[in-house]
């Protein structure tokens, strides 16, 4: 008798538990998508607040801040324009990818054209397309370890949109000595590199950073917004103008809606057994 009130007592509980919760369940299920149309007469605040109340969990890095307002501005933007698409994330910050696709899957957007055609205006497409380059970002793409990660990644360092060009210049000094590299930063740019070094570029904006790569002439520069195609830029040095996040998705270019207008840190690098070593040169600084 008392196993049978034990059991009984315990269907009992899970019936409670079940009928609880139907309403918040029924509640997420008959939630109507967020329209991005309508999001983009809001601010940016008031898109943040509509968005978070249908549903939208900000990923860990992000904060009800200026920086969360304005990167929910760019993406709704971005979204509205046809730049930014399930299939298409034009970012370099995981993070900010990371809150692209949750944005998208709140406003339930899938896939819409871009409002115009458009022709890329400081870079070249390189190659044609692949599905592989889904896979990594415009760092993974410049250091040659294709992975979509931030600066700090290969070393176990944390990273955030908050920290100056100057550190995560560093963070990319960090990651490439933990790969097998001796490295340094410098704000000029090398006029020319020895057959051993490599150099990379990175730059930041208000939402976003982003790498370009250069050969041993430093003249020839190429890039990879996002998960998106490889372009070479079209200009000798990567200080001659603002970058932006102009890119090219299977065949079609898309214009971009973030710039990049920090100052430039250029990162030289060479593997550990070849050149110099650490302790026979003056590192820039």
């Known amino acids: 008798m008392k196993k049978s009130l034990k059991t009984l007592s315990g269907l009992l509980a899970l019936v409670i538990l079940f009928i609880s919760f139907i309403p918040a369940a029924q509640a997420n299920a008959d939630r109507d998508p967020v329209a991005i149309e309508k999001l983009t007469y809001l601010s940016g605040e008031e898109q943040l607040n509509a968005l978070l109340e249908n549903g939208l969990v900000l990923p860990e890095a992000f904060g009800q801040d200026e920086y969360t307002v304005n990167a929910v501005k760019t993406i709704v933007a971005d979204i509205q324009r046809g730049v930014t698409t399930v299939d298409r994330i034009p970012y370099n910050y995981t993070e900010l990818a990371e809150l692209a696709k949750r944005i998208l899957d709140v406003s339930g957007q899938e896939s819409i054209s871009a409002l115009a055609n458009y022709t890329l205006k400081d870079s070249t497409v390189i190659g044609t397309w692949s599905n592989s380059y889904t896979g990594y970002n415009c760092y993974g793409y410049s250091i040659g370890v294709h992975v979509f990660q931030n600066p700090g ?27 097998g590299y001796w490295g340094y930063k410098t704000a000029t740019k ?3 590199l020895a057959n051993y070094e490599r150099v990379v570029a990175i730059r930041k904006g208000s939402v976003d950073y982003h790498f370009m790569k250069g050969t041993t002439t430093a003249s020839d520069w190429t890039h990879k917004p996002g998960g998106t195609n490889p372009l070479r830029w079209n200009y000798s040095s990567p200080g001659y103008k603002t970058w932006t996040n102009e890119y090219s998705y299977n065949n079609v270019s898309y214009q971009g809606d973030i710039t990049y207008n920090s100052s430039i840190y250029y990162i030289i690098y060479w593997p550990k057994n070849v050149g110099p070593q650490p302790d026979k040169i003056d590192f820039a600084i």
């Open 153 to 179: 990644y290969h070393s176990n360092q944390s990273f955030n949109m908050n920290l100056s060009i100057a550190s995560m210049a560093d963070l990319v000094v960090d990651d490439l000595e933990a790969l």
């Open 190 to 192: 090398p006029s020319s």
